[in-house]
């Protein structure tokens, strides 16, 4: 087969290696891809974003299957295009991909089928929204209803911090048409859960759970970003936990999309909070996390393509999906500045990883010398698997510190100790 991936970044590393593991695979293309991916895939200049340039490739390369994996093609309707033009696609169409292209409408579809999730209040409009949080109690949380690159969220401890947040977000339109509406919802507290599914609309297949790291800063300080790091399994998703999980959240999740007639086919990820009333939803994706997909894709031991195509073709079923029962965990390397601005043109340095560690680039690029160079927020990651959760922290620190390297370099000390911090654990 031939297969092309759309996306650049380190989830499209992850998803390149384990699809270019696959007997099914002839070639492999990334559109745009990066110059880390060159091992895996041929790499192809063209944007997410020009459908029309991405369809006439598909033609002209004789794709097969198409594996879209960023938000935005999604959300904008790129499955449907290949699809129309007997393109098959790993990925949900644009009907579906609404769960996480508005928040307003993932949170009226909890509300409306009784999914467990913060309560809320959307508003369009400032002067409502700061009536509202002038008498709300606080910490809050204030997103964007649409996509934001995964910043499109802030927690807001004061009146004057939630002042300065909506008007950002509504009058000075920080994230474009994304923030022409907000949602304004209850902080929950408890552990997070990372969630990533294999889902045809009919039956749903859960990955392994992973826990993500969202601030900045070591012991979850500064802005949020799309994420620094992150492990698996996540010790919290206990077998308890999932049964709740698969009753109350998952199945009634894919069940609503199709009464609403948006049947959801393909990585539907769950953002959970472990609550003392409950796992609730925090957010929806429409498509794999990153670093979630980095940390999860090494534990899988089946064949990634075959289970895509089961699940373009309603065929998970038919599927047995076999994990490794080792630990992973991966590292962010980020550009001084980010989430903020990020540094560019820094030669990066690069030494063999060991067998059990995999790096995956993201922001990169190569310059006309053919060296290695910093391009954007998060720059790379790296993965490690072990036995335990403990060896596959350490292992990947110990990666990072003697085999990557550019200046001003920005990354988290504390991957994983929350889960190491564990009872469950």
Known sequence: MNIMIIGSGGREAAIAKKVSESPLVDDLYALPGNPGMLSYATTIAINVMDFDSILAFAKDYLIDFAIVAPDDPLVGGLVDLLEDNGVKCFGPNKRAAIIE????FSKKLMKDYNIPTADYEEFV???????YAKTSKYPLVIKADGLALGKGVSIVNDFEEAKATIISFLDEHKFKHSSDKIIIEEFLEGPEISLLTFTDGKILIPMISSMDHKRIGDGDVGPNTGGMGAIAPNPYYTPLVEVECIRKI???TIFAMKKENRVFKGCLYFG?????????VIEYN????DPETQVVLPLLKSDLVEIMIATRDEKLSALVVKWSKDFA???????????LSSTKGLPISLKKL???STLYTAGVKMSDAGILETNGGRVLSVTSTASSLKKAIKLAYKNIDKCVDFSEKVYRKDIGKTALNCKKN
């Open 286 to 289: 429409c498509r794999f996390g």
């Open 125 to 131: 409009d400032s002067e409502a929204a700061l009536k």
């Open 250 to 252: 998952l199945y009634p």
């Open 272 to 280: 959970l909070m472990l609550t003392k009333e409950g796992a609730k």
């Open 354 to 356: 060991d067998s059990s």
């Open 329 to 339: 965990a991966t590292v962010v390397l980020a550009s001084k500045g980010y989430p």
């Open 101 to 104: 292209g508005s928040k307003s």
